[in-house]
């Protein structure tokens, strides 16, 4: 029986920061394992910061990237963006990138444009954005929460037009859309953290590039069902995180996809980042 839990999935994904400061995220952060600095248990009810406020400044008079015990949620991550160039360690892409989308969701060409000043390879930088989409990916599939069922959805469609047969068997089945991106996004993550292919956060072999468009056209029709069938939905989500706006851009500026495959009228999006 399939299982609908995103816990496994977003400990495999884990990262030192994550976008969101509400409860459900820093949970999974937990449940991650990580003792990352950035990472934080939820504060208690009434719970004072007493000098622990995210980005507080140490002895030495460093801004500490943290997110300490006790932090109230309005002052989480609350530093601002470090130059990629400045900054160290396998992780700095990915934290680079969550703290271009802390600050917007809808700044689409510096989220998604190749950083200048420094060198990033373009495979690693379309790598760790792929990575980041999974994860709010698994947020997008908590929202739908009882909406999207074996029984409401039978079958992984696209409005009555197109319908998705499921990879992820030995032979391709139909699936409920339900667990059709359960298993894309599963597939996905197993993907992206095979060493044998991603042996390393800081670099992409060549020949694993070959892997994305792929993972990205299978990916992107959880967009197209959550917008024909989940409409209120995919407004709803689309409002606060952009999320399609975001995954169709980055596909079109890396040629990920062709534009005949983009379901999703652009309106329906771009709608949304102008209000």
């Given at each position: 029986?399939?299982?609908?839990?995103?816990g496994?999935?977003?400990?495999?994904l884990?990262?030192p920061?994550?976008?969101?400061?509400?409860?459900?995220c820093?949970?999974?952060?937990?449940?991650?394992?990580?003792?990352s600095?950035?990472?934080?248990s939820c504060?208690?009810?009434?719970?004072?910061?007493?000098?622990?406020?995210?980005g507080?400044?140490?002895?030495?008079?460093?801004?500490?990237?943290?997110?300490l015990?006790?932090t109230?949620?309005?002052q989480?991550?609350?530093?601002?963006?470090?130059?990629l160039?400045?900054?160290?360690?396998?992780?700095?892409?990915?934290?680079?990138?969550?703290?271009?989308?802390?600050?917007?969701?809808?700044?689409?060409?510096?989220?998604?444009?190749?950083?200048?000043?420094?060198?990033?390879?373009?495979?690693?930088w379309?790598y760790?954005?792929l990575?980041?989409f999974?994860?709010?990916?698994?947020?997008?599939?908590?929202?739908?929460?009882?909406?999207c069922t074996?029984?409401?959805?039978?079958?992984?469609?696209a409005s009555n037009?197109?319908?998705y047969?499921?990879?992820?068997?030995?032979?391709?089945?139909?699936?409920?859309?339900?667990?059709y991106?359960?298993?894309?996004?599963?597939?996905?993550?197993?993907?992206?953290?095979?060493?044998?292919?991603?042996?390393?956060?800081?670099?992409?072999p060549?020949?694993?590039g070959?892997?994305?468009?792929?993972?990205?056209?299978?990916?992107?029709?959880?967009?197209?069902?959550?917008?024909?069938h989940?409409?209120?939905?995919?407004?709803e989500?689309?409002?606060?995180?952009h999320?399609?706006?975001?995954?169709?851009h980055f596909?079109?500026?890396?040629q990920?996809?062709?534009?005949?495959?983009?379901?999703?009228?652009?309106?329906?999006?771009?709608?949304?980042?102008?209000t």
């Amino acid at each position: 029986q399939t299982s609908h839990c995103r816990g496994p999935v977003l400990w495999r994904l884990s990262v030192p920061d994550w976008i969101t400061c509400d409860c459900v995220c820093r949970s999974s952060a937990m449940l991650a394992g990580t003792a990352s600095a950035s990472s934080s248990s939820c504060p208690p009810d009434g719970a004072q910061a007493a000098g622990a406020s995210a980005g507080a400044s140490s002895g030495s008079g460093v801004a500490r990237r943290r997110n300490l015990p006790g932090t109230p949620a309005a002052q989480m991550w609350n530093w601002p963006v470090r130059p990629l160039v400045a900054s160290e360690g396998p992780l700095r892409v990915a934290e680079y990138i969550q703290d271009l989308l802390r600050q917007s969701t809808s700044d689409l060409e510096r989220i998604y444009e190749l950083p200048e000043g420094c060198c990033v390879d373009p495979l690693l930088w379309q790598y760790e954005h792929l990575r980041q989409f999974l994860i709010e990916l698994n947020l997008l599939m908590v929202a739908l929460g009882e909406e999207c069922t074996p029984d409401t959805c039978p079958k992984m469609t696209a409005s009555n037009e197109w319908q998705y047969l499921c990879a992820a068997h030995r032979k391709t089945q139909d699936c409920a859309a339900i667990d059709y991106m359960s298993h894309t996004i599963d597939g996905s993550t197993a993907l992206l953290t095979n060493a044998k292919h991603f042996g390393s956060r800081g670099s992409v072999p060549p020949d694993s590039g070959k892997y994305f468009q792929s993972m990205a056209r299978r990916l992107y029709r959880i967009f197209a069902h959550v917008y024909y069938h989940h409409r209120s939905i995919f407004d709803e989500r689309e409002a606060e995180t952009h999320l399609c706006a975001r995954f169709s851009h980055f596909v079109m500026r890396y040629q990920l996809m062709s534009p005949s495959m983009l379901l999703v009228p652009q309106d329906a999006y771009e709608t949304n980042r102008s209000t």
